[in-house]
C-alpha cells in the first residue's frame, strides 16, 4: 500500500526514518515500503470525505477556459497525487520548461512549521517516488533526473523511497568541511547533467539558501535553450516571493522574484491560513487560483482569479471581507 493512502502525519512519524543533513549515511535504516502502485487518475472525483461546493465568486473575475476546469480540494495524499499528476502531465503537453508543486506535507490542513524539518523533507521524499511513478512512464525512467539538496541525501533516497529505480539520482551541492558554518560545496551543474535528460525534478531545495541559487543555474545552463523541461517539488518558493529574506542581505535570492519565477508555471498548489480567518489558496493547473474556506465537511470557494494572488492579500484582504 502506498504511504499516501495513510494520514501523513501519522505515517511520516511512525514510519519513516529521517534524514538529518549531516546524518552518517551508514546509520539509515532502510525503508520497506511498497511505492507505484497503479492507479487511475481521476481529479475531477469528489474528495472523500469531503464536499466541494463554489459560491459567491468576485464579480471581477474572470470567466474563461480554465475556470471551468473545475478540481475539488484533495480528501487525502492519493487524490493530491492524482491530481498534481495530471496537472503536470496537462502543463508537459502544453510545453511549458519551468513549472512548481508545493503543498504541506503535515497534513492537508497544515501550514509550514506545523511538522518537524526533517521528518516534512523525508515525507517530500517519499511523495516525489510517488508522483514519478505516476507521471513518469518506464521507459521514460532512466531520461528523467532528481536532484535531492545534498549528496547526503541522495544516499539515503538510494537506501529508502527510491531503491531499486531507474530514475536517475543527482544532488545540487555537497558538504564541506565548514558545513557546521553553513557553507556547502557549490556543484557545477552544466557538468551534472546528460545529453539523454529530459525531465528534472528538484526536490524541496531550502534547507540552505544557495540551494535555490543552484536551481537557477540548472536551469539557466541546462534547461531554458533546450527542450527540457524542469519541476521544482515543494521548494518553499513563498519565502523568496513574501520578502522573508532581506534582499539587503540575500540580493540574489531575492532577484529570483524577477528573473526565475517570472518564467515559472505553478502547477499545483495549496497554502494553508489559520486563525479566525482561517482558509486555502489552492491551484490545480490549468485552473484558476481559487480561495477556499471550510465550512464543516465542505471547502467553498470565496474568491477566484487567473493570476496568484500574494500570501498578504489572501489574509488581509480576500479572506477577512469572504
Given at each position: ?101 508545493e503543498f504541506p506535507t503535515a497534513g492537508l490542513g497544515s501550514v509550514p512549521g506545523d511538522g518537524e524539518g526533517g521528518i516534512e523533507m523525508t515525507g ?17 525512467a532512466t531520461r528523467t533526473r532528481i536532484f535531492f539538496p545534498e549528496a547526503n541525501e541522495v544516499q539515503f533516497a538510494r537506501k529508502s523511497a527510491f ?5 536517475k539520482l543527482d544532488y545540487l551541492t555537497k558538504p564541506s568541511f565548514f558545513q557546521d558554518f553553513g557553507f556547502v560545496e557549490n556543484v557545477k551543474m ?133
Amino acid at each position: 500500500m502506498p504511504l499516501s493512502t495513510f494520514p501523513m502525519a501519522f505515517s511520516l512519524a511512525t514510519a519513516a526514518p529521517v534524514l538529518q543533513h549531516q546524518q552518517n549515511p551508514s546509520l539509515l535504516v532502510k525503508l520497506n515500503l511498497n511505492f507505484g502502485r497503479l492507479r487511475r487518475v481521476m481529479v475531477n472525483k469528489t474528495g472523500r470525505n469531503v464536499e466541494f461546493a463554489v459560491r459567491s465568486v468576485s464579480s471581477g473575475d474572470t470567466v474563461g477556459s480554465s475556470v471551468q476546469f473545475d478540481v475539488p480540494f484533495p480528501g487525502d495524499y492519493e487524490e493530491l497525487l492524482d491530481q498534481a499528476t495530471e496537472a503536470t502531465q496537462a502543463a508537459l503537453k502544453d510545453g511549458l520548461q519551468l513549472m512548481e508543486i508545493e503543498f504541506p506535507t503535515a497534513g492537508l490542513g497544515s501550514v509550514p512549521g506545523d511538522g518537524e524539518g526533517g521528518i516534512e523533507m523525508t515525507g517530500s521524499m517519499q511523495l516525489i517516488r510517488e508522483f514519478c511513478d505516476l507521471l513518469i512512464v518506464p521507459e521514460k525512467a532512466t531520461r528523467t533526473r532528481i536532484f535531492f539538496p545534498e549528496a547526503n541525501e541522495v544516499q539515503f533516497a538510494r537506501k529508502s523511497a527510491f531503491g531499486g529505480s531507474s530514475f536517475k539520482l543527482d544532488y545540487l551541492t555537497k558538504p564541506s568541511f565548514f558545513q557546521d558554518f553553513g557553507f556547502v560545496e557549490n556543484v557545477k551543474m552544466v557538468d551534472r547533467v546528460k545529453e539523454e535528460d529530459e525531465l528534472f525534478i528538484v526536490g524541496y531545495p531550502y534547507f540552505n539558501v544557495n540551494e535555490m541559487l543552484v536551481v537557477e543555474e540548472l536551469y539557466r545552463e541546462a534547461v531554458a535553450a533546450t527542450a527540457r523541461q524542469m519541476i521544482i517539488f515543494n521548494g518553499e518558493l513563498d519565502r523568496i516571493r513574501s520578502g522573508y529574506y532581506p534582499s539587503f542581505f540575500y540580493p540574489k535570492l531575492s532577484a529570483l522574484s524577477k528573473t526565475l519565477f517570472p518564467k515559472m508555471e505553478t502547477v499545483y498548489y495549496i497554502h494553508n491560513f489559520k486563525g479566525r480567518n482561517g482558509g486555502t489558496l489552492f491551484r490545480c493547473y490549468p485552473g484558476p487560483w481559487k480561495v477556499l474556506r471550510r465550512m464543516g465537511s465542505r471547502y467553498v470557494c470565496v474568491h477566484q482569479q487567473e493570476e496568484m494572488p500574494s500570501l498578504k492579500e489572501v489574509a488581509l484582504d480576500i479572506l477577512p471581507s469572504a
